[in-house]
């Protein structure tokens, strides 16, 4: 979907960002880049939960009146209907405070599109595997840590495994809860094995927690931009070809899912 331009709007991407990992804020930043090197808006900025610009200073990033909010979040749940409605003082999909218009739209994991983004880093990660000999697992946080994010990654099981792709096997698979993605081999029917972390970010969790789980790593190391060598597919481990992805969130094409978010609302609210 094309977007028209909106020269009198400005975007907004909030992410979550983290104190403990310098990794994390980057797809955000790199998304919003490219976002702004369209020249779709006035102004392209990002806040965050965890860093610098803080959500609370979002406000005074810009000088346009009218602002499209796209939270850079895998499901809906705490941070997207509670967090960032509080903090940016939104009240429904259009909010107009101080003079400002702000328009809240669905977070970039709850997308269509994003079952093709995963399919695509799947075949990225692993081109020359068979995919009727290969599992594809989807693996997340799992726990109360958010049952929306949960059911987001079971959801997209459900339409990778419906889509025709024809892998053997389509699972999904968690860090605190069963299945646990520790037990992948166990898992995995097949010989090869390919692991798509949902998340947004390269941070603390799918590079330095799920390698470990995976038996990839021995023990948790560095941030990925902290490491000499990138991973190296596939590892041969428990008797299988395991291939592992970054985060689907550092795909480049979130930015096109960014912007049909902000043509969704468009569609929806802006009659």
Request: one cysteine or more.
């Amino acid at each position: 979907m094309s977007i028209a331009p909106k020269p009198s709007s400005a975007l907004l991407i909030v992410g979550h960002g983290s104190t403990q990992n310098p990794d994390s804020s980057t797809p955000y930043f790199e998304h919003a880049e490219e976002i702004r090197r369209r020249g779709l808006f006035a102004e392209v900025h990002c806040c965050f939960w965890k860093e610098e610009p803080s959500m609370r200073e979002a406000f005074y990033l810009f000088d346009s009146d009218e602002i499209y909010v796209v939270p850079d979040f895998i499901s809906e749940g705490y941070f997207t209907q509670d967090v960032i409605p509080r903090e940016l003082q939104l009240s429904g999909p259009t909010t107009v405070l101080r003079g400002k218009t702000f328009h809240y739209c669905l977070p970039v994991g709850v997308h269509p599109s994003m079952t093709g983004l995963i399919l695509r880093r799947a075949r990225e990660v692993a081109p020359h595997a068979d995919p009727a000999a290969t599992t594809l697992i989807i693996t997340g946080h799992g726990t109360g840590f958010n049952a929306n994010s949960t059911k987001a990654i079971r959801d997209q099981v459900a339409l990778i495994a419906a889509s025709g792709a024809g892998y053997a096997a389509v699972l999904d698979a968690f860090m605190e809860e069963t299945p646990f993605i520790a037990d992948w081999d166990k898992l995995a029917p097949t010989p090869n094995v390919v692991v798509v972390p949902f998340f947004i970010s390269d941070g603390l969790h799918s590079y330095q927690d799920i390698p470990v789980l995976l038996g990839i790593e021995a023990e948790i190391g560095p941030a990925a931009s902290q490491r000499e060598v990138f991973r190296h597919n596939p590892h041969a481990l428990r008797g299988k070809s395991l291939f592992y992805s970054s985060a689907i969130g550092t795909e480049p094409l979130i930015a096109e899912v960014i912007l049909d978010l902000v043509s969704d609302f468009d569609i929806t609210h802006k009659h």
